[in-house]
């Protein structure tokens, strides 16, 4: 089966790239001219310790996701809006160890929150603030979360107030919420429920590193600066250790507003952003803090009252005409290029904020928000909410008291009905289908897994709740070629049989299971009845089935996304007859055949070919695998209760129970899919 100020730059001016500004070195800067170097910023030798955390790593990491989710999260005591009361009053209370900016501390803690759920792609669902990697490497020694740790320094009192039930996830979040409100700002709500994780493991093909260059080549296509130019490439930013792109413009072409623009609208592009989305975004965070030669080798405030909300940064770019100079340090140049207006208050900008005015798709909004603030707080306020929760799928996942209704970049389905159907006599329909047409056999089973195919355990997005595959663009899929004939043969038994409380999607993942159950009658697939159908195929742009280099890359790659083992995904090659025999048969055609596809064969490489000798074997474990990894990919988007999933350990009866302690037709086993946990762990922790 084929398988940015200390205190507040938020999107673009913490960077201090080397390729953006060649003659800057921020060690040099912090001492020119006899100048004594901050006394709060420590020096992070960030390349050395990404060097170092380089070596040994494999595409193909040891761990589970059981393994790092089962950490802090949750719901405080006294909910988040407590929390964000707390935070609220942190803003302005002065800390020794690392002084507020105009006496807040707002934007810096805007810039935590933007810069911890910046770094999600949608490429495949990788980053995003759900972990709460940013305190690990390689996330936080990235050249753009310099000082970082010194807001996480200063939230470290409220987390031991609020103890476990408080994510460092969640309240990075809600920092960020809480410091656009002190300053007067919008904000629509707070999805909570972010898991902390163990450790940055889950952010290392973020990179920089080789396996990161493997499905995000860049550094070794000396590409470094123009990352998204890269056909088929999965990076998010255009540089390296950046969140989006250089602040001073493309590496091919400095200081050009026109340029930046460009490169904005591909980077934020790849978070599900438009243009209108950007500009709010962009120019409603800058309406906090500014830049520090010591973090990002930048300088000022892009507005007058940094710590207030306003639409003032729209204002000045229209107001005054802005002269590119070069950033200095106690009297002496660092190379470091921003604008600065001709005759007007001391504000700077940057090339990228220039871009707002120079693009022309841009320029309209400049124009809207400096004359219409309302509509600023609207767009900003959802724009934020979609930055802070793109990697948390469903509205159905998110907790807590302060939850906004469901927006459309979440794709929330209808919930399940509170009484399921008798789905007897559907499996009854579907069996008699196959036997009348047997060809349809292996067609079911393609179309079960082409429907489910598409989930992300990375961002909790896709699977086969919904159905989407009944829809472009999921339907004209080349992998999913002949599918819409099996769904509207289903969509046919539905209706001829009067089935007006099942759901397609039900009859898809039961069309699937009876015919591999009745492929190999040693297996036994559990159903887990109360699938709903979506209206239409959104929510399936970006999910089509990613393809790197070389089958084995593309493979290992999609399990990882998947959640699924090793194991289980060599097993799942077999379908739908799922015996020996196909892995003897592989075996023997060998890595040159035309007998099996590229993907196939890639089977037999690497770590991969151990499990195709196992299965080659036995037959009993090739079933289990099989089982558990099917299990997960059918339930995994089957979201219940915090991190739990509604599907474990659910088999909806499908056939007449037949004997005593017996479902579905068949003598009941445990299989291992029913250790999942949150809809997102994996069955088997077998890397």
């Known amino acids: 089966m084929n398988l940015s100020f200390a205190a507040g730059s ?52 040891t761990r589970s996701l059981a393994e790092l989710r089962a950490a802090d999260g949750g719901i405080p005591d006294g909910g988040f809006a407590a929390v964000e009361t707390d935070l609220i009053a942190l803003m302005k209370t002065e800390n020794p160890d690392w002084p507020t900016d105009d006496g807040s501390y707002a934007g810096l803690m805007i810039r935590l929150a933007w810069h911890c759920s910046g770094s999600y792609r949608g490429t495949d669902g990788r980053g995003g603030c759900d972990g709460g990697r940013i305190r690990f ?17 200063l939230l470290e009192p409220i987390k031991a107030k609020y103890g476990s039930k408080l994510s460092w996830g969640d309240l990075m979040i809600l920092a960020g919420n809480a410091a656009v409100k002190s300053g007067g700002g919008p904000t629509i709500g707070f999805c909570g429920g972010r898991i902390d994780d163990a450790n940055g493991d889950d952010s290392l093909l973020l990179g920089p590193n080789a396996a990161q260059e493997l499905i995000g080549p860049c550094r070794t296509l000396d590409m470094d600066g123009q990352c998204l130019n890269v056909t088929g490439s999965a990076m998010g930013p255009t540089t390296l250790e950046l969140i989006y792109v250089n602040p001073g413009g493309p590496v091919n072409a400095p200081n050009d507003p026109v340029a930046s623009g460009a490169d ?29 030669s010591f973090t990002s080798g930048f300088d000022g405030r892009w507005t007058t009252a940094p710590t207030q909300w306003t639409n003032q940064y729209w204002n000045n770019l229209l107001d005054f005409n802005f002269t590119l100079v070069e950033v200095e340090v106690n009297g002496t140049g660092t190379g470091a290029m921003q604008w600065v207006p001709e005759d007007g208050p001391n504000i700077f900008m940057l090339t990228s904020d220039m871009a707002m005015t120079a693009d022309s798709k841009y320029r309209p909004f400049v124009d809207l928000y400096a004359n219409d603030i309302k509509m600023l707080e609207t767009d900003f306020s959802t724009s934020w909410y979609h930055l802070t929760s793109a990697d948390m799928g469903p509205a159905t996942r998110c907790i807590g008291d302060m939850l906004p209704v469901p927006q459309p970049f979440q794709f929330t389905l209808p919930p399940s009905p509170s009484t399921l159907p008798n789905y007897n006599p559907v499996r009854t329909a579907i069996q008699e289908y196959i036997e009348a047409n047997p060809e349809t056999m292996a067609g079911f089973s393609d179309l079960a897994w082409g429907c489910a195919n598409t989930f992300r355990g990375t961002d909790y997005r896709g699977g086969c709740n919904g159905g989407r595959i009944r829809f472009s663009p999921e339907s004209d899929w080349e992998s999913n070629m002949g599918s819409a004939s099996l769904v509207t043969a289903l969509e046919s038994i539905k209706a001829d049989k009067g089935f007006s409380d099942i759901s397609v999607t039900d009859m898809i993942v039961l069309s699937g299971i009876t015919a591999l159950e009745k492929s190999n009658a040693d297996l036994v697939l559990p159903f887990c009845g109360g699938y709903v159908d979506a209206a239409n195929g959104e929510g399936s742009d970006g999910l089509a089935p990613r393809i790197y280099d070389t089958p084995y890359i593309t493979i290992t790659d999609d399990y990882l996304v998947k959640g699924l083992s090793m194991e289980q995904v060599v097993a799942l090659a077999s379908a739908p007859m799922v015996t020996s025999q196909w892995y003897k048969d592989l075996q023997a055609a060998g890595e040159d055949s035309t007998e099996f596809d590229e993907f196939d064969r890639a089977l037999l490489e690497g770590d991969l070919l151990q499990y195709v000798e196992k299965f080659a074997s036995d037959e009993a474990e090739l079933r289990v695998a099989f089982e558990s990894g099917w299990t997960y990919m059918m339930k995994a988007d089957r979201y219940g209760e915090f991190n739990k999933n509604a599907c474990t ?21 445990t299989v291992l899919s029913d250790m999942i946990v949150g809809g997102l762990i994996v069955a088997i922790a077998a890397f």
């Open 10 to 61: 938020l999107l673009l001016a913490s960077s201090h790239s080397v390729s953006a500004h060649p003659g800057l070195d921020l060690n040099q800067a912090q001492n020119q001219g006899g100048g004594d170097p901050c006394p709060f910023l420590e020096q992070k030798q960030h390349e050395e310790r990404n060097e170092l955390r380089g070596q040994g790593y494999k595409l193909l990491p």
């Open 137 to 153: 490497g390689p996330e936080g020694d990235w050249m753009d979360n310099g000082n970082l740790d010194k807001a996480r320094m």
């Open 264 to 292: 904005i609208r591909r980077a934020f592009s790849r978070m599900g952003f438009d243009d209108q989305t950007s500009a709010a975004l962009i120019g409603g965070g800058h309406s906090f803090g500014g830049a520090h």
């Open 649 to 669: 350990g659910v088999d909806t009866q499908t056939t007449q129970t037949v004997e005593e302690g017996t479902s579905s037709g068949y003598a009941t086993k």
